[in-house]
T-cell receptor, first 112, second 112 residues
Framework: DAGITQSPRYKITETGRQVTLMCHQT?????MFWYRQDLGHGLRLIYY???????DKGEVPDGYVVSRSKTENFPLTLESATRSQTSVYFC???????????FGNGTRLTVT | GENVEQHPSTLSVQEGDSAVIKCTYS??????FPWYKQELGKRPQLIID?????GEKKDQRIAVTLNKTAKHFSLHITETQPEDSAVYFC???????????FGRGTSLIVHP
């Protein structure tokens, strides 16, 4: 779906650097999510948001920070990247409790 | 919270055979059950969903069945084709939450 975009698609960074992954959706969906996907672990929820200025921790929030000053944007920041944060990151949005998630194309992050 | 178990983790079939993936959930208040397909290197995408007031839903070669008493739901793919090869994720969402709980995924391999 072109309505949710992530950038960059690929990122290589060094241990200790700060990295921000961007997520933008054009549907005005209230709910937004960040997941990481690693082999053998499926989709793990990092942070989620029910509306602008409302965010909460998911299953694996340590080392990550989010903000949501506008409904359409939900950036994810790695404050000091570690090798264990090498992963594929997916942003997703939804317009309601009984509605599916729409995923972005993902960002493949490598921390060296 | 909700717990979703998905089986099998890997499923290998011959082209033309049927494939069945089963998920069990723990919270009897769950009322929305989507299935996502993720092709290699791509994002998860919704393929079918079912709500708790329905026992079965079909869309061409794909069907989902729900047994609320036993708290399980299944994805059925008939006449499988090589392009059905992907990882399939089930999810469940309780009535009181907008956060879906995902299964660990099933890697379906369809051999030509």
């Amino acid at each position: 779906d072109a309505g949710i975009t992530q950038s960059p698609r690929y990122k290589i960074t060094e241990t200790g650097r700060q990295v921000t992954l961007m997520c933008h959706q054009t549907w005005s969906h209230s709910y937004m999510f960040w997941y990481r996907q690693d082999l053998g672990h499926g989709l793990r929820l990092i942070y989620y948001s029910a509306a602008a200025d409302i965010t909460d921790k998911g299953e694996v929030p340590d080392g990550y920070v989010v903000s949501r000053s506008k409904t359409e944007n939900f950036p994810l920041t790695l404050e000091s990247a570690t090798r264990s944060q090498t992963s594929v990151y997916f942003c997703a949005s939804s317009d309601g409790r009984d509605s599916p998630l729409h995923f972005g194309n993902g960002t493949r992050l490598t921390v060296t | 919270g909700e717990n979703v178990e998905q089986h099998p983790s890997t499923l290998s079939v011959q082209e033309g055979d049927s494939a069945v993936i089963k998920c069990t959930y723990s919270d009897s208040a769950s009322n929305y059950f989507p299935w996502y397909k993720q092709e290699l290197g791509k994002r998860p995408q919704l393929i079918i969903d079912i709500r708790s007031n329905v026992g079965e839903k079909k869309d061409q070669r794909i069907a989902v069945t729900l047994n609320k008493t036993a708290k399980h739901f299944s994805l059925h793919i008939t006449e499988t084709q090589p392009e059905d090869s992907a990882v399939y994720f089930c999810a469940a969402r309780t009535g009181g939450s907008y956060i879906p709980t995902f299964g660990r995924g099933t890697s379906l391999i369809v051999h030509p």
